[in-house]
């Protein structure tokens, strides 16, 4: 199995290399790693730097076990929950971002959701530079998890991430190629494989 602590990392490899994970040892996180992926949320960037986000350590066996009732049976990373040693119940206060004077400023209207995708990804990316996988999990009933969590009304849970030390390989699964999605000044010109310049 890769250990992505024994790969001279940049960026792009951890990009490249990191998994979703949904089977873990049950080692725990040293104090220094965990710290260092909270980290990495709190340097994400944001909608004019507001950070809506709160995150949630959840290591006690009981909580996990009621956030892994949250997740349907059908779901194949309900069993992450409860298998790694931490969960990260990645939260967002909503009506902030991605507005201006109490006004959205885009079409869309909250921006919470994008800043907290930023932040979700953060926490993966660190996880996998740690030598931890780690795995987005959305699937679930929220407003029960939210309740499990004690979260306030304007705090609404994104996702729980579950994280640990992978106790199997993952496999890269098959991506799309550059000329199948990017386009050079419109859409529907595509761009051909290029040489790097």
């Not at 909270?38 to 959840?58: C, F, G, M, T």
Request: proline letters at 7%; glycine letters at 8%.
């Amino acid at each position: 199995m890769i250990d992505p602590k024994e790969l001279e990392m940049d960026l792009h490899e951890c990009i490249k290399t990191r998994r979703s994970m949904r089977k873990y040892e049950d080692d725990p996180i040293a104090k220094d790693k965990l710290t260092r992926i909270l980290e990495a949320v709190r340097w994400a960037p944001s909608w004019v730097n507001l950070q809506p986000w709160e995150i949630i350590i959840v290591d006690d066996a009981k909580v996990k076990a009621a956030l892994a009732e949250c997740v349907p049976e059908s779901n194949p990373g309900r069993k992450s929950i409860l298998a790694a040693p931490v969960v990260l119940a990645a939260c967002g206060r909503q009506g902030i971002s991605g507005s201006y004077n109490g006004k959205p400023s885009t079409i869309y209207g909250d921006w919470v959701m994008f800043d907290m995708g930023i932040a979700c990804q953060n926490i993966c990316l660190a996880a996998w530079a740690e030598g931890l996988g780690s795995l987005h999990l959305g699937l679930l009933d929220h407003h029960k998890a939210a309740e499990v969590l004690g979260l306030p009304d304007d705090l609404k849970l994104y996702e729980l991430i579950p994280i640990g030390k992978p106790a199997k390989e993952g496999t890269a699964p098959k991506r799309k190629e550059l000329a199948e999605f990017t386009h050079r000044n419109k859409f529907g010109c595509q761009v051909q494989n290029e040489p790097s310049r």
